[in-house]
């Protein structure tokens, strides 16, 4: 199958993948202190007392939180911190038991899932969604806004339609383009690697030209050599004058695109600031590694020990 | 062994009104189902409230042609809003329950002695052709050839039936190759994705049920046409036959549930044809005449598992959409 058009590059696999550029890193972007729910200068996403639980389970509490304007900025924290539930509330996927936020200064407390993305906040899927059995290029298409041809009636009449599907075919095929997909854009999506899904996905989310990206583990699953482009479209994306979201588990790809950190652990943000200085933050530590690290760790040593290994990265990175 | 007869009954079935009702109402299936993913199982109640709602406009209230048709579309609309607004926030299979139920609760309704001065219960509705006969420009008189051969007035119905079935399936290609059957198709491969790239996937499930459901309705006025309308014809295996016809023909597809019904019906008609003269030649001396009325539906079963075994994705299926596992 076509998996094996993925580019198995010169790059080694054990390099930490890297992007080919040195990203410029925006910084001064808080007021005061780089405590948990500091102001940011110009924010664009400020969440409020947005709490969710699960029957007896609080998976989210955040009092507050600020997402700064117009930089990259990471959301990390080891399993089960409720990033993903805070993704989903904040996107209108989930209804949280109380709380409010506001995108742009509008608030989007119960606006439903669809019109948050027409305001702007488009998200990917930490399990990548791509349509299996549509085209690549009918993918990239559905991606497009306010489309004259997708009401029913409008689309029974192709002259009306039929100039802004070739504008929104021109654009989809230069993303494509810039994505490597373009060869393979009269494909069934379900044909791609992983990989190319998920670059796929981010193309995607891209044709409706959005001021907020928010990435679900971006990196999850996706082979090295991709990861390095992905990396690289980030990156484009902040310099395209984007916001950038994300979540994820590689402190690698944390430490060299991110402009700013925010760290959560049991539904709570513990910790925000710089990517170098808040790994050192005592309470980051924690999270990671259990606030009884130095006590001993009889249960659940699998997920311990996967947190002790990317600790040790973190602190090796930081050498 | 009369094969003349067998072959030219079974092609009769060819170009028939019921022919071209199940034809029209698999392609309402193919909208719900094939391209937009919608578990409808209630197909027959959409058919049944166009059948009785054209049948009752005129019988009861007196309707011209055109406004019991508009009475029967009207009532298909607001049963799929009514089928749809609980249901489509809802995962797909609860729409697959509410609406085999709905459907059910339809037709015991038409059935109930309690309407039976409207509906006519269980004996149903006949009377109701002169409206639709009085319409036809061809004066009397033989049209056709062969096995096509009909008098005026059937004649007559099968143009208008064949005429609203290619009409249905000009439409139906046309939105479905437009942004619209785009964001349909994209519902049925993830509703979620499409959600989350600004489309209101509600309103758009929204008005596939409607509109395939309307496509169901018409097909029922057809049906009702050339017979009386009788609640059991509306159980819940003319939902599955049409089911059976639109595999066969290939969900996804504009002509797969046309000519899906062609092969349904012929196949139909032509074992029904083989084996009531085999009975009658003693070919199967085991089998009753009446055994042998049911043992073509054993026949069309085969035919239709030996299609959905080596042509899984139906006649007119893209093949490589199976090379996927979803």
């Known amino acids: ?319 | 062994m009369d094969w003349g007869a067998i072959f030219s009954n079974a092609a009769v079935e060819l170009i028939s009104p019921t022919t071209a009702a199940y034809a029209l109402a698999a392609l309402g299936l193919a909208v719900h189902f094939g391209y937009t993913g919608l578990l409808n199982f209630g197909q027959a109640g959409f058919m049944a409230l166009g059948a009785y709602g054209y049948a009752i406009s005129i019988l009861t209230f007196g309707f011209p042609v055109w406004g019991a048709f508009l009475v029967g579309v009207g009532a298909s609309v607001v049963f799929a809003l009514i089928l749809g607004i609980p249901t489509l926030r809802l995962r797909a299979d609860y729409l697959a329950i509410v609406t085999i139920a709905a459907a059910e609760i339809v037709r015991l309704l038409f059935t109930t002695n309690t309407f039976a001065s409207v509906t006519g219960s269980a004996n149903g509705l006949s009377g109701y052709k002169n409206e639709f006969a009085a319409l036809n420009p061809l004066a009397e008189g033989s049209y056709g050839f062969g096995p096509f051969e009909n008098n005026a007035y059937d004649t007559w119905l099968r143009i208008v039936a064949w005429s609203i079935v290619i009409l249905a399936a000009l439409l139906v290609w046309q939105v479905m190759r437009s942004p619209w059957g785009r964001v349909i198709k994209g519902i049925r491969e993830d509703e979620d994705a499409v959600r989350a790239l600004g489309k209101n996937v509600y309103a758009y499930k929204m008005q596939s049920l409607v509109f395939g459901g309307v496509l169901g309705t018409i097909a029922g006025m057809i049906f009702a046409l050339p017979r009386a309308v009788v609640p059991s014809n509306y159980q819940t295996t003319l939902t599955f036959f049409i089911y059976a016809i639109l595999l066969l023909g290939g969900a996804a597809t504009v002509l797969g549930p046309i000519i899906g019904s062609m092969i349904f019906w012929v196949l139909l008609s032509f074992f029904s044809g083989f084996v009531a003269r085999a009975v009658e030649a003693g070919w199967l001396p085991f089998m009753t005449a009446i055994q042998g009325g049911q043992l073509r539906f054993i026949l069309v079963g085969v035919a239709i598992m030996l299609i959905v075994i080596f042509r899984p994705q139906g006649i007119f299926g893209n093949k490589k959409e199976l090379a996927f596992v979803r």
């Open chain 1, 1 to 319: 199958m076509s998996a094996n058009a993925v580019p198995q590059g010169s790059t080694a696999p054990l390099e930490p993948p890297v992007p080919s550029q040195k990203p410029i890193k925006t910084t001064g972007l808080h007021i005061g202190e780089a405590e948990p729910g500091c102001a940011k200068v110009d924010p664009i996403l400020v969440v409020d007392n947005v709490r969710r639980t699960f029957g007896g389970l609080t998976a989210v509490d955040v009092e507050h939180v600020e997402v700064p304007r117009g930089a990259i900025t990471a959301l990390i924290g080891p399993n089960g911190a409720g990033k993903t539930t805070l993704f989903n509330l904040l996107t209108g996927f989930d209804k949280p038991d109380d709380g409010k936020w506001t995108f742009d200064g509008r608030s989007l407390a119960g606006v439903p899932a669809y019109r948050v993305a027409r305001m702007g906040q488009i998200r990917t899927f930490q399990l990548t969604k791509a349509l299996g059995l549509l085209t690549v290029m009918d993918n990239m298409l559905l991606g497009a806004k306010g489309q004259t041809g997708e009401n029913m009636f409008r689309a029974l009449l192709p002259f009306l339609w039929r100039n802004q599907e070739e504008e929104n075919r021109a654009k989809a095929l230069d993303l494509l383009t810039r994505f490597k997909l373009d060869t393979k854009k009269d494909d069934y999506a379900a044909s791609l690697s992983g990989g190319q899904r998920k670059l796929l996905e981010m193309a995607r989310a891209l044709m409706s030209d959005p001021t907020l990206v928010m990435l679900d583990e971006p990196m999850a699953g996706v082979n090295p050599a991709l990861t390095q482009s992905l990396l690289d479209h980030i990156l484009n994306l902040k310099s395209q004058g984007m916001t950038v979201l994300f979540v994820e588990h590689d402190m690698h790809m944390v430490r060299h695109i991110a402009d700013w950190v925010i760290v959560m652990a049991e539904g709570k943000v513990v910790a925000e600031g710089d990517p170098h200085e808040v790994m050192k933050n005592p309470a980051v530590i924690d999270a990671y590694l259990g606030q009884h690290h130095d006590e001993d760790i009889g249960e659940d040593l699998g997920a311990e020990a996967e947190n002790v290994v990317a600790m040790k990265e973190l602190l090796d990175d930081e050498r």
